[in-house]
């Protein structure tokens, strides 16, 4: 049991220092969350959850991580994929980037592949997202929210 409580510690440690030495790309404050049509919207908000881009220190790839709380699913993208649209009609620009995530969670042993499709959409007073990650079991989750701070996927 002692053992058990100590690896528990070094990976809390471990994924700590890990965060803190990422340089965040983007962003995404989460207000609204949906799991297979289910509002878990509170749960996510009440955890102050968010999802960034990151990038780890002498690594040009680029992660994504979706935190809640002290625990997070992270991992690496590929196959990634940007298209950017001007709608005419609302003045927004429309970022779209989609790409597969090979992640692990940190509240389990559970690893896996997702596709994920990000949109942000915003004009000069502000940027919106919406986020869906579809993993291999075929699961739907959709979350939208605001960006914190400036990106472009150029």
Do not use: C
Request: cysteine-free.
């Amino acid at each position: 049991m002692k053992q058990l409580l100590v690896s528990i510690l070094i990976l809390s440690l471990w994924v700590n220092n890990s965060v803190a030495q990422q340089t965040i790309l983007a962003k995404f404050i989460i207000t609204d969350a949906w799991a297979n049509n289910h509002d878990v919207t509170p749960t996510y908000t009440a955890a102050k959850a968010y999802l960034s881009l990151y990038q780890l220190p002498n690594d040009t790839s680029i992660y994504f991580n979706n935190v809640m709380g002290n625990t997070q699913s992270y991992g690496l993208t590929y196959f990634m994929v940007a298209h950017t649209s001007n709608d005419a009609h609302t003045g927004y620009i429309r970022d779209t980037i989609s790409f597969k995530w090979a992640y692990a969670n940190t509240y389990d042993t559970h690893r896996g592949t997702a596709s994920v499709r990000l949109v942000k959409f915003g004009n000069l007073v502000g940027t919106a997202f919406e986020l869906m990650i579809i993993p291999e079991n075929l699961d739907v989750i959709v979350f939208k929210g605001y960006v914190e701070g400036t990106v472009s996927f150029k």
